[in-house]
T-cell receptor, first 114, second 113 residues
Framework: NAGVMQNPRHLVRRRGQEARLRCSPM?????VYWYRQLPEEGLKFMVY????????ESGMPKERFSAEFPKEGPSILRIQQVVRGDSAAYFC????????????FGPGTRLTVL | QQQVKQSPQSLIVQKGGIPIINCAYE??????FPWYQQFPGKGPALLIA?????SEKKEGRFTISFNKSAKQFSLHIMDSQPGDSATYFC????????????FGQGTILTVHP
């Protein structure tokens, strides 16, 4: 049973470009979460999604950030017009519907904005 | 507002020692408290978790102690090994059907041989 998969593992973008981060949850998991980790800081919740639904986006910046979890395919975290402050590690986690609190994390995508 | 405070920021022990990492929370609605272990360049891995209806939980060399009245919980690592050197995060969430985790700031543990 493959774990949570994220790609790309490393992403370099210039200021003003778009970044797309992908997450495939563990098989059988219907809940996806995105967290951001700034250097030497803890993980900060961004958004909680179920298939085709955003359940909680209270941690998402109001502008430039969006997330989706379509019926088919991976969850996508999209950052438009990236700025240097967006440089961070972005982690995706998934959980089964029966135990939403038990989250398994992917290896993360490390975004560097030049 | 920092809802989960973790200390110390870093910790150095000798092999065989018992490092203790502490966390305190503010929101009394939290009722699930996991600990995660993270190695450099990797994602956090679930280590052990506790609900507030018990005061202690052990899994292998890892023990969580929970004090509901003080709103504090801690991780103890028995017989620590150099391979335990990692960053440890405590976290909290409200309910098992709602998964948003609030993390502490992390503790960098170094275990010397």
């Amino acid at each position: 049973n493959a774990g949570v998969m994220q790609n790309p593992r490393h992403l370099v973008r210039r200021r003003g470009q778009e970044a797309r981060l992908r997450c495939s949850p563990m098989k059988g998991h219907s809940h996806v979460y995105w967290y951001r980790q700034l250097p030497e800081e803890g993980l900060k919740f961004m958004v909680y999604l179920q298939k085709e639904n955003i359940i909680d986006e209270s941690g998402m910046p109001k502008e430039r950030f969006s997330a989706e979890f379509p019926k088919e395919g991976p969850s996508i975290l999209r950052i438009q017009q990236v700025v240097r402050g967006d440089s961070a590690a972005y982690f995706c986690a998934s959980s089964p519907q029966s135990a939403a609190h038990t989250q398994y994390f992917g290896p993360g995508t490390r975004l560097t904005v030049l | 507002q920092q809802q989960v405070k973790q200390s110390p920021q870093s910790l150095i022990v000798q092999k065989g020692g018992i490092p203790i990492i502490n966390c305190a929370y503010e929101n009394t609605a939290f009722d699930y408290f996991p600990w995660y272990q993270q190695f450099p360049g990797k994602g956090p891995a679930l280590l052990i978790a506790i609900r507030p209806d018990v005061s202690e939980k052990k899994e292998g060399r890892f023990t969580i102690s929970f004090n509901k009245s003080a709103k504090q919980f801690s991780l103890h690592i028995m017989d620590s090994q150099p391979g335990d050197s990692a960053t440890y995060f405590c976290a909290a969430s409200k309910g098992t059907s709602y998964g948003k985790l609030t993390f502490g700031q992390g503790t960098i543990l170094t275990v010397h041989p």
